[in-house]
């Protein structure tokens, strides 16, 4: 599809500030490219002309203020309280699983992305009824906010589904998937490269939401 993931711990608070006004879901992801933050850190510049998206991305954040106060007062009167907790949530880690998305949805539930089977339930866990092992949509989610810029909507976990998901992602061990390949009559191989550099990850980053008690932003870009 070309289409990359990222996954954001975001509070439970601010959850709901962005369920109740979508304008918000653009300033939380950009808050990510002000300076600074853990994005620019792991960020380095290849081609000459990304020198000039750099000094537009760490502008993002206040064109996107100066847009909602402009163009919608009365909300921006509402919220501008919680506007530095949005935009240093939004400046905190994120876990990019790039492309590798689509194969992990595999091992963790037994279906690929096209797969009507995928949506039958919107239960974070659950089991397949094919091979009988647990069904954890982790990196697909049911739940989404519809706002202005984007082309999918800002999918979520609320923090008991992140928990309910951390749970499952620990027992879900490394032999349980070899079970779901040999089902599928898969070679086990052919995945080694997503368990370093995706996978253990994904489980890692979960429980680290999971203790602190925070929710889950899952955004395709």
Do not use: C
């Amino acid at each position: 599809m070309g289409i990359i993931l990222n996954l954001k711990q975001v509070s439970p608070y601010v959850l709901e500030q962005i369920k109740k006004y979508p304008d918000l879901a653009g300033l939380f992801l950009d808050a990510k490219y002000l300076e600074y933050s853990p994005f620019w850190q792991d960020f380095s510049i290849i081609e000459p002309d990304e020198i000039d998206w750099f000094e537009e991305a760490i502008n993002f954040v206040k064109e996107r203020l100066d847009k909602l106060k402009k163009d919608k007062t009365e909300e921006f009167e509402k919220i501008k309280d919680d506007i530095p907790l949005i935009i240093n949530e939004g400046k905190s880690e994120y876990l990019d699983l790039d492309k590798m998305w689509e194969p992990i949805i595999f091992l963790l539930t037994g279906y690929d992305f096209y797969d009507e089977a995928l949506y039958l339930s919107k239960l974070v866990v659950s089991q397949n009824p094919e091979d009988n092992i647990p069904l954890i949509r982790a990196v697909i989610g049911s739940n989404g906010i519809e706002h202005d810029e984007r082309d999918y909507p800002l999918f979520y976990f609320s923090d008991d589904e992140v928990k309910k998901i951390a749970n499952a992602l620990s027992s879900f061990s490394i032999k349980t998937i070899r079970k779901r390949l040999k089902f599928r009559g898969l070679e086990e191989d052919s995945y080694d490269y997503l368990y370093e550099y995706a996978y253990n990850p994904l489980v890692r980053y979960y429980q680290d939401a999971a203790e602190k008690g925070n929710a889950m932003f899952l955004h395709f870009a």
